[in-house]
Every structure is written in C-alpha cells, then in structure tokens.
C-alpha cells in the first residue's frame, strides 16, 4: 500500500514531533525533510569554513544520502540558520526533490514533515496537514529544546532566528511556505502532544478508511 501523509509548517509548531508519533502509530516510515537542509547546511558550512558557498551546497544535495541525515549535530541554532539559507536556494531544492520522491513513493505508507510538502513535494498526498502555533509559543518550545542541550542563547535572540526564518521560508522565489488549499489546519498553541496527536491521528484514520473503501 503506497500512503502519504504531508505534514507542513514553521519551526517550532510542533510537526516533527506529530509526524514521528503518528508515523510510529500507523507503521509508517518517516521523514523530517527539514534534516536534509540542515545536512546539507552544516556541510557546506564546513566546506566554505563558516562560509556557504551555493555551487558547493548544490554538489553536497545531490551527494547527500540517508545516513547524512542521521548525524546527532544538526539540531544546533547554527546549523538551523544554515539550513534555512541553503533552503532558499533552487538548485539544493532541485537536488533533494527526488530524494524525497522516491521516499514518499515506498510501499507501507510514508509520512514526511517540511514546509513545502503538502504544496510542491506531494500536492497529491492523501492526508495534508499544516501545523501551526502562536509565535509567542513556538519561541518558548524552541528556546526550552535548545538550553536543554546546554547551548547558550536568550528567548530574545531566537524568537528573533525564528521570525528571521519564517520571513526567509516565506518569501522565497522557489517552493515558499505556505498551506496547500486542501491541508488540514492543526494549531498546537493551547494543545498537549498528545492531544495534537490524537487530532492529527483521528484526520489519517478517516483518510485510511476512505482509501481502504475503495
């Protein structure tokens, strides 16, 4: 059974966590394509030694493979501002377009989290959900992630990273972000996981049942 589910929105909204949680509900297998732009972010940040060069970012996309993805460095606040600059760049999105393709086409079902999923990924998937949350909470959740980690940083400053980023996904000429006309709405801001979980879950299963009925 081939079963897609795209979930997108901004950082910090709460779509990686649900995308795991209902990946692990359904048994299906997932994807946070937000770690590809930071894979690749964070290598050519190495490469260009601090600098990002857009020729060698486009080289590290098509040379990027699954493992790259698994690399415990990606979460940092430097990297996240990386992979939000190789993001808006149309050939690194070129590079990973296919690389997200053939995921999202395994059989068993796939689920995959980004910002333009649900609009330029799989505008076709059977189930499109936009998380969202108050820029007030979004800030919180990311700055409570990031000192847990023991970075130092100040709600101020990444309030400010994520206004920046979401200006930045936004506004971009290629692939914006932006919710796909038929996706669902799920704000997270006065939701417990397990509540956003339990909505997100209660959309798929209708979905599945609409399939399973054909």
């Known amino acids: ?58 080289l590290v996309a098509r040379e990027l493979s699954e493992t790259d993805v698994k690399d415990d460095g990606l979460r940092t606040v430097l990297v996240s501002r990386a992979s939000s600059r190789v993001a808006a760049m149309p050939g690194v999105r070129q590079a990973l377009l296919e690389f997200q393709h053939r995921f999202a086409a395994r059989d068993g079902g796939a689920v995959l989290d980004g910002r333009d999923i649900g609009t330029v990924i799989c505008p076709h998937a059977d189930v499109k959900l936009y998380v969202t ?8 959740r990311r700055y409570d992630e990031v000192t847990a980690r023991g970075e130092e940083t100040t709600l101020e400053r990444v309030a400010q990273d ?10 971009r000429d290629t692939a914006p972000m932006k919710q ?11 939701l417990s996981i397990d509540a956003a979980v339990a909505k997100a879950a209660e959309i798929i299963e209708q979905a599945l049942e609409r399939v399973n009925a054909k």
């Open 133 to 140: 949350a108050s820029n007030e909470t979004r800030a919180q």
């Open 180 to 190: 796909a006309d038929d996706a669902h709405l799920l704000d997270t801001t006065e």
């Open 1 to 58: 059974m081939k079963f897609i589910v795209a979930i997108d929105g901004p950082a910090a909204a709460g779509k990686g966590t649900i995308a795991r949680a209902v990946a692990e509900r359904f048994s299906f297998a997932h994807l946070d394509t937000g770690l590809l732009y930071r894979a690749v972010g964070k290598r050519a940040l190495n490469m260009g030694r601090g600098v990002i060069d857009e020729g060698v970012a486009e």
């Open 162 to 171: 994520l206004q920046t980023r979401d200006e930045r996904d936004a506004e």
